[in-house]
């Protein structure tokens, strides 16, 4: 967790941000996000991030299920409590398949969520910094994270020169913390419009 | 787009494929007739025009299917490639005809190896079978028929006019939303036709009187799940060769990533009603309905009955699960092929399983049937895909395809 200082560039047009973003890699900024109101296609390719992880850790809590469930059931109905179901055999496969299904399922679906939730780092009680309310409206939030080296008034020029009709400076937490928003640290940052 | 091509020109490897698989078909043919078309009423020989006809008549109208619930669902992403599953769809034609004449000389031919209930002397003295006379009758056979392939022909003549008939003329906004509506009301006539048929009555009928004893409420299901894999596994064929041969230029992994989800996601159903049937039969126990899998889960079909539930699930469950794969043209044609061929294994032990219950009687005079049916479907998809422009260019939802991103 650290404070750090970002360009907040605003868009009302997607058709505008993809050149934006394009262009923005290109110059040699560094994105720190975009935030956007709804799913865009395309937009992770644009921004170069690698493909998510997320299906792979659901294989694994799938199979995780499969096994589970094979396993309790074997050891139920062959050494735990051995019963007589219509004259079948102890080991008899076709029965479990729906259970061991519902477990597979059950499995990845729930650790899909909580993986999910702790890669973009979100829970209940869990806050993150806002660059822009709107971001959840109607307005597109590309921002830019500044190092040392960079200078702010040269970054909000160029956002402005790419289309953004919304420019400020914001110094802002980056991780997360626990509380709210309007009384508590870290610093919110002090908004400056450029 | 003017540099793009607009005819498909069938190639002359293509044409030579195509006589050559008509002609091994047609040979085999000959050769079965002439080798099993005598003995026991000509069981062996009709049994394997029946799977094969009725498999591949299926496996083609569910192109057919997928256009029109694409239409129906308002989906846009399919449309670089629509000529294809109409082109395939166009075979519903000759191989409907085909099949019909197949099962009206099995119902009139007298062959009750294969559908014992068109014996008037067994149906009178048989408890079930004089239950289930009503609608398990000639008449009401040929009728059904009749009504269900000519059905086809024409809504599937039907969508394919609408499509093409925008090729030359540029929409307006309201003529596009009107012509959008019209493909919905066509479409949805075509499914609802298609639930009465392939998904309820055309199964019980063509396939499951074989077995006329037994019934099963998930078999119709299952044989759509079945011909709709294998559908969508011809279709991904075609696209992949037309796209090799250089046409198809707006088909990219994207489009490839969605028809591999079709098969992978449909492997995963038709798996999930082949268990249903099979499970509750089997947890019952009962031994009017364990008749059915006697010889297919213990007999002579045992080693198709589990290369069946490899080829079906375990290879596309495990090969398509990853994102790589399905948009991977090589992986994609390889699946392809195996479940075109999984689910001709599948309705093989379906067909013959009833009149030859002790063994199982594949040999060359199978494939060779079966070539002659993959030389038809070729030799007309390649002939109607060659009739008409590659791009439905005038479709409203063009742009949505070409962008499409998965």
């Known amino acids: 967790m650290s404070v750090k200082k970002f360009v907040v560039g605003i868009f009302t047009d ?28 395309g937009l992770d390719d644009a921004l170069g991030l690698r493909q998510t992880s997320l299906h792979t850790a659901g294989f694994i809590y799938g199979i995780t299920g499969t096994t589970t469930a094979l396993s309790c059931i074997g050891w139920i109905f062959n050494s735990d409590w051995p019963q007589n179901f219509g004259g079948k055999s102890h080991f008899d496969l076709p029965a479990w398949i729906p259970i061991t299904f519902e477990l597979t399922v059950l499995f990845s679906a729930v650790g899909m969520v909580l993986t999910f939730c702790y890669l973009c780092q979100i829970a209940p009680f869990v806050r993150k910094h806002h660059f822009n ?31 953004a009709v919304g420019i400020n400076t914001q110094i802002a937490e980056t991780g997360w913390w626990l509380g709210r928003y309007d009384t508590e640290l870290p610093p919110l940052g002090q908004k400056e419009l450029v | 787009m003017s540099s793009t091509k607009e005819y498909f020109v069938v190639p002359g490897r293509y044409k030579q494929w195509t006589y050559g698989l008509i002609g091994v078909g047609v040979l085999s043919l000959i050769i079965g007739f002439i080798l099993y078309g005598g003995e026991n009423h000509g069981t062996r020989f009709w049994a394997a025009l029946l799977q094969n006809s009725v498999y591949f ?32 769809s166009a075979s519903v034609i000759p191989l409907g005809i085909i099949t019909f004449v197949i099962l009206m000389c099995l119902v009139f031919g007298g062959h009750d190896a294969i559908y014992i209930w068109i014996n008037k002397d067994v149906v009178a003295h048989d408890e079930i079978l004089n239950g289930k006379k009503g609608f398990l009758n000639p ?20 969508m394919r006019q609408l499509s093409r008939s925008i090729d030359d003329t540029p929409l307006s906004v309201e003529e596009s939303k009107k012509y959008i509506f019209t493909g919905t009301v066509w479409a949805a006539i075509y499914i609802v036709w298609f639930a009465l048929t392939v998904a309820s ?30 559908g969508m596994a011809l279709i991904s064929l075609f696209v992949v060769y037309f796209k090799n041969q250089g046409y198809l230029e707006f088909v990219n992994k994207e489009h490839l990533h969605d028809l591999g989800k079709f098969q992978f996601a449909f492997s995963i159903f038709w798996t999930y009603l082949w268990f249903d049937q099979f499970m509750l039969i089997w947890y019952a126990n009962i031994s009017e309905e364990t008749i059915y899998f006697k010889s297919r889960f213990e007999g002579a079909y045992q080693g198709l009955f589990y290369l069946n539930l490899i080829i079906n699930f375990l290879a596309p469950l495990l090969i398509f699960m990853s994102r790589g794969s399905k948009r991977n043209y090589a992986t994609v044609t390889f699946m392809s092929v195996l479940l075109l061929f999984g689910h001709w294994l599948d309705f093989y032990q379906m067909v013959f399983a009833g009149p030859f219950p002790d063994h199982v009687p594949m040999n060359l005079f199978d494939f060779g049937i079966a070539a002659g049916f993959v030389g038809l479907i070729m030799w007309q998809t390649g002939r109607v895909f060659s009739k008409f422009p590659i791009l439905a260019k005038n479709h409203p939802f063009l742009k949505e395809s070409i962008i499409h991103h998965t």
Not at chain 1, 16 to 32: C, D, E, N, Q, T
Not at chain 1, 143 to 156: D, G, P, Y
């Open chain 2, 57 to 88: 008549l299926l496996v083609v109208n569910a192109a057919m299917f997928f256009f029109t619930a694409t239409t129906l669902a308002m989906g846009g992403w399919p449309l670089v490639f629509r000529r294809v599953t109409e082109a395939i």
């Open chain 1, 14 to 41: 997607e058709q505008v941000l993809f050149p934006a973003v394009k262009r923005v890699r290109s110059a040699g900024y560094k994105i720190h996000d975009v935030y956007t109101p709804m799913p865009i296609h």
């Open chain 1, 133 to 163: 309310l709107r971001a959840t409206d109607d307005q597109f939030t590309m921002v830019i994270e500044c190092t040392e080296k960079s200078n702010e008034a040269e970054i909000a020029a160029f956002l402005g020169s790419v289309g």
């Open chain 2, 139 to 158: 008449t009401f056979f040929t009728v059904y028929t009749v009504l269900t392939i000519g059905l086809w022909i024409v809504l599937g003549w039907k």
């Open chain 2, 201 to 230: 009555v055309v199964p019980w009928l063509w396939l499951m009187s074989i077995n006329a004893h037994w019934f099963s409420t998930m078999y119709s299901w299952y044989t759509f799940a079945s011909s709709f894999v294998a």
